[in-house]
């Protein structure tokens, strides 16, 4: 790798007087993670803020192998468009970690700060929002499973006395206004989620989001793996995210590692990625169109989501292209068959789903119902950070596949879409301009697919290394942090799907529409609950 | 006797027909969006299904939930009972009110709202508030719709009105014109379908009728699900009633019977065609458009009144 390290942000700390010093077991060079003092934590992030970077994720590790043993870490990552991406990291105090927060300039940290605050027992000075977040009522106060003295293969008994408290949620004495719990179990067959509703008639003054029902311990399972059955697990965080989610984990390995994949099996992947991202478009379009009743759009989009999964089993061996991926390289190759096939199917859809969106274009009714609804405006986009098709629709266009260039995409045309209005039309519409955009990559990609190996030896870092990846998923960017311990098991891991900062759109988007609005506001977000509660 | 036995037959084909009517429009919506369908018998399956189930109540439900299915249940059945459509004079033909029928609908739907508010859930406040708000547009409305009809046939008794139209030679009426295009309006809201409100739905705070109806479980859920397949049916009967009468039999023989219902088989499958292919092409309305829709509908039916007057009554 000759890739230069990016001292852009430290020169910047430095010129603010923050000192900062990379760490060697960092990978890659172009992702620097720096090391900074407990006292500047939060000037940091202000600097960075200052900077217009973009917050990717804030996390906490214990020490790894080349640290202090007794000590908590957090950590921080930013986003630049011109400057990539930057890891911070800052030692805790052993026997009283704490640090400020830094929510006052990010405001999409505060749900991960409480998160670490759950599973750590750090606590966040200065916080306004201090309720657990993950750890719903039942659990134990001072349950914090990503501890080392916690035990995750043993259940947990609930605590009976704090199974009474009620969560805090934002309430109004007014008595013309009426509260509204919706969930965790639904109506239909969806993800469980809670969400409180402050209605005044039919109007929302408020919503406040509750999560954290489909929590399944990933972080802690995590730990001790191997790489080849982390990368399994991590294709299981989100169903629909399933490429998404086990690239940014195998990148994050590789770089780790210094495992370089071969040509052949990054334009493999950008095609596994870009089938995974219009095949969701394709269901969310239709989904959408159901949620105001429009069942035409809903039945053609399946049909043709259905087709691309059939596709999915004859070629790469899974519907919805789980375990695809391996380290070092992909799990199928790609026959001449195989390619024409594909090349083939994909301009038919892409054909068809022109034709559908004249459609859904031309109807008067649908789109009075998509038009002006759910608006977020672009100075809340770029405050909280909206990533994907959510943070494009309301011109904040952070995409991976540009800021971290990472291959296939340094090659290919990548044609963003650039919306501003920020409703759920202009998310329809950037959904469409997306699935025009990811077919013609597809055929790019097919078209001149190199030849060679797929899958390059795999060799496990040393213990201590730690890789950092940031990949644009469907959803918008996944960026995910690993550390190996002794034995290329894995030491920590840390990923952060996109919904965990979209869901703070969706509470912003619903407050301009009423109540019975919402289940359509809602899924034009379709922020996953799953990759929220790893 | 005779009489008698085909206004049991009318009333029990009423009420068996109700749930096919359902699936054959899910069926006919099925096919328009190219796909199979479950079939024209799936609802009786899913009726057949929930009887057997059993029923799971809330600990907080008062007798109102339970009692709520079969008061709606029978109203709606009494209802759909008096409105002729097969066979024009009845023994119940006196009571066959266009008002009492209005009433009858409302007691229904008087008690399916307190069942709805009865079990405390949010969702079922919701759409009983939603139910009511429509309802006190919709009803006068409807109304309005009917005495435009009824100021030519001196009478809200549906036999009078029916026998009225059938007798009188067929004119050009604009009035009628608005009372019909204000009545489908109307059924379409009464009846809870597409652009209003979405049969279909499994989002809770989308729902008006379903949301009343989400604490109901086995039998009583089946009574309520067929009470709204009867008044899917008793709708189109009645505008059918009041708007193509022809071919409803005279007398009480066998062979006009047969034939009437042949002819009112085939009315409602035009009727319904209609309705999967506007509920396939239409997406739901904004729930705070639905007063301006039935303010609309209310409009129409005035002014069919008032052309009645200034055009037709003169002549």
Redesign the interface.
């Known amino acids: 790798m000759t890739a230069l390290s990016n001292t852009w942000f430290a020169e910047r700390l430095g010129d603010h007087g923050i000192h900062s010093q990379y760490l060697e077991d960092h990978h890659p060079a172009h992702m620097p993670c720096l090391e900074i003092r407990r006292l500047d934590w939060a000037d940091a992030a202000e600097e960075a803020k200052r900077l217009e970077m973009r917050f990717v994720a804030v996390w906490a590790a214990l020490a790894g192998r080349h640290d202090d043993a007794k000590t908590l870490y957090s950590y921080m990552a930013f986003a630049h468009p011109e400057h990539r991406h930057v890891l911070l990291r800052t030692p805790l105090q052993e026997d009283n970690p704490e640090v400020l927060t830094i929510s006052e300039h990010y405001i999409a940290a505060y749900r991960m700060e409480r998160h670490m605050q759950d599973m750590f027992g750090i606590s966040i000075k200065d916080m306004p929002d201090t309720r657990p977040w993950i750890k719903h009522e039942h659990w134990k106060a001072d349950a914090h499973p990503l501890l080392d003295d916690f035990d995750g293969h043993s259940p947990m008994q609930p605590d009976a006395g704090r199974a009474q408290v009620d969560y805090d949620y934002v309430s109004c004495e007014s008595e013309s206004v009426?509260?509204?719990?919706?969930g965790p179990v639904?109506?239909?067959?969806i993800e469980p989620g809670h969400f409180r509703f402050l209605a005044v008639g039919?109007k929302i003054l408020n919503m406040e989001e509750r999560l954290g029902y489909v929590h399944k311990g990933i972080e802690k399972s995590m730990q001790g793996r191997t790489a080849s059955d982390g990368l399994m697990l991590a294709g299981h965080i989100s169903g629909d995210t399933s490429v998404g989610h086990s690239w940014a984990f195998a990148q994050a390995c590789e770089y780790a590692a210094d495992v370089m994949t071969s040509k052949r099996c990054d334009y493999i992947r950008g095609i596994l990625c870009e089938r995974e991202r219009i095949a969701n478009h394709i269901g969310d379009i239709g989904a959408i169109?159901n949620?105001?009743?429009?069942?035409?759009m809903h039945?053609?989009c399946s049909?043709l989501r259905e087709d691309m999964a059939r596709l999915h089993h004859d070629v790469f061996g899974h519907r919805l292209l789980m375990n695809t991926l391996t380290l070092g390289g992909v799990a199928h190759d790609v026959s001449e068959e195989a390619c024409q096939k594909l090349i083939q199917q994909t301009r038919d859809i892409a054909v068809e789903v022109e034709h559908l969106r004249a459609i859904y274009a031309d109807?008067a009714?649908?789109q009075?119902?998509v038009i002006g609804a759910g608006i977020v405006g672009v100075d809340d986009a770029k405050d909280i950070g909206l990533l994907g098709y959510v943070g494009r629709a309301s011109g904040h266009e952070a995409d991976e596949r540009i800021e971290e260039a990472y291959a296939p995409y340094d090659e290919l045309d990548i044609a963003i879409p650039k919306g501003e209005q920020g409703g759920v039309s202009t998310r329809v519409w950037v959904r469409f301009e997306e699935i025009a955009s990811s077919s013609r990559m597809i055929i790019q990609m097919l078209e001149n697919l190199p030849k060679g190996s797929i899958q390059t030896d795999w060799v496990a870092p040393e213990a201590g290394v730690s890789g950092f990846a940031a990949i644009e998923s469907w959803r918008g960017e996944i960026a995910a942090w690993v550390r190996f311990g002794t034995d290329g098991l894995i030491d920590r891991y840390f990923v952060r799907d996109p919904s965990v900062i979209n869901w703070l759109g969706l509470e912003l988007a619903v407050r301009t529409v009423?109540?019975?609005?919402?289940?359509l506001v809602n899924k034009s977000f379709n922020c996953s609950y799953s990759g929220h509660d790893v | 006797m005779s009489s008698i036995f085909f206004q049991l037959l009318q009333a029990v084909l009423m009420v068996m027909f109700a749930p096919l009517v359902l699936g054959f429009v899910s069926t006919v919506?099925a096919r328009?969006?190219?796909?199979r369908g479950a079939g024209i018998m799936q609802p009786w399956r899913d009726i057949q299904k929930l009887f057997n189930k059993e029923v799971v109540l809330a600990d907080h439900a008062s007798w109102i939930f339970r009692f709520a299915p079969y008061v709606v249940f029978t109203a709606t059945v009494m209802a759909a009972s008096v409105v002729p459509s097969l066979l024009l004079d009845t023994p119940l033909s006196l009571t066959a009110d266009v008002i009492a029928l209005v009433a009858l609908l409302a007691l229904g739907r008087f008690f399916l709202s307190l069942a709805g508010m009865d079990i405390g859930t949010?969702?079922g406040g919701?759409g009983a508030s939603r139910e009511m708000t429509f309802s006190a547009l919709a009803e006068p409305a409807m109304l309005m719709s009917i005495f435009v009809l009824a100021i030519g046939a001196h009478s809200t008794n549906l036999t009078t009105m029916i026998a009225h139209t059938l007798h009188t030679p067929l004119l050009i009426q604009p009035s009628i014109a608005f009372a019909l295009v204000a009545m489908l309006m109307i059924a379409i809201v009464e009846t809870g379908r597409?652009?209003i409100d979405?049969p279909?739905?499994?989002?809770?705070?989308?729902?008006i009728h379903?949301a009343m109806l989400?604490e109901y479980s086995g039998r009583h859920l089946a009574l309520m699900e067929w009470a709204s397949a009867v008044k899917l049916l008793l709708f189109a009967t009645l505008i059918i009633d009041l708007f193509f009468p022809w071919g409803i039999s005279g007398d009480a023989s066998l062979v006009t019977i047969a034939l009437a219902l042949m002819i009112w088989i085939a009315k409602l499958m035009v009727l319904f065609v209609i309705l999967a292919v506007m509920?396939?092409?239409?997406?739901?309305?904004?729930?705070?458009e639905v007063p301006q829709y039935l303010g609309a509908a209310f409009v129409l039916a005035f002014l069919g009144l008032i052309i009645h007057y200034m055009l037709e009554v003169a002549v």
């Open positions: 009426y509260e509204i719990p919706v639904h109506a239909g067959i039919e169109c949620d105001a009743a429009f069942a035409f039945v053609q049909r109807t009714s649908i009075q119902r009423p109540v019975p609005d919402f289940p | 919506k328009l969006q190219n796909r949010a969702f919701m597409i652009p979405n279909s739905t499994h989002l809770e705070l989308t729902m379903e989400l509920e396939t092409s239409m997406a739901k309305l904004r729930m705070f």
